[in-house]
């Protein structure tokens, strides 16, 4: 069974820093592209990062480019988001998303959420 | 960035009713188009992918068309566990996209 766990989050101040992390479980870690969604309180979804399986390939979506850094560690099939600089609007639930295999675009596997909370 | 509007942004339903959500984008997508459910503190699920295909598992009551600029979402006889939010999202564009959402809830 494909399982994504995530840990980390929290509460932090602004202009603070915080690590998420989601562990892979269930498949071949290094083949999937991941990515990190967040969903801010009683707001819609928003893509913010995509990490390919090799670390070759990174984006950022520009609300988050140069505060946050996505990596991942395929020997501990980790996935990790720091995230420096916070902002009140980076509070918000944290899903990290497997990419589906091949061309298609697509998330098929997500981690449970962790909330991150910026407030001082 | 590509902009994905959808209409409407709510719409209230009865269990058997078919079901219509739009999604437009702000310029060619070609069919890179995903569509999303998602329930109140739950990770989203895939529906639809590439515009059209729904993915496994995903019951044949759910359906989507479209090309280019213009998508649909359509529930053939909504049952009790479809009210939920949906979501497209687009592909063609390596910074991904998300549409507004549409709340379905019982009328």
């Known amino acids: 069974e494909v399982q994504l766990v995530q840990s980390g989050g929290g509460l932090a101040q602004p202009g603070g820093s915080l690590r998420l992390s989601c562990v892979g479980s269930?498949?071949?870690?290094?083949?999937?592209?991941m990515n990190w969604v967040r969903q801010a309180p009683g707001e819609g979804l928003e893509w913010i990062s995509y990490i390919s399986g090799d670390s070759d390939t990174i984006f950022y979506a520009d609300s988050v480019k140069g505060r946050f850094t996505i990596s991942r560690d395929n020997a501990k099939n980790s996935l990790s988001l720091q995230m420096n600089r916070l902002r009140d609007d980076d509070t918000a639930v944290y899903y990290c998303a497997r990419r589906v295999f091949g061309f298609n675009y697509y998330f098929d596997s997500w981690g449970q959420g962790t909330l991150v909370a910026v407030s001082s | 960035d590509i902009q994905l509007t959808q209409s409407p942004s709510s719409l209230s339903a009865s269990v058997g009713d078919t079901v219509t959500i739009s999604c437009q984008a702000s310029q060619d997508i070609n069919n890179y188009l995903n569509w999303y459910q998602q329930k109140p503190g739950k990770a989203p699920k895939v529906l639809i992918y590439d515009a059209s295909n729904v993915e496994t598992g995903v019951p044949s009551r759910f359906s989507g068309s479209g090309s280019g600029t213009d998508f649909t979402l359509t529930i053939s006889g909504l049952q009790p566990e479809d009210f939920a939010t949906y979501y497209c999202q687009q592909y063609e564009s390596p910074l991904l996209t998300f549409g507004p959402g549409t709340k379905v809830d019982v009328k």
């Open positions: 269930g498949f071949t870690f290094i083949s999937y592209g």
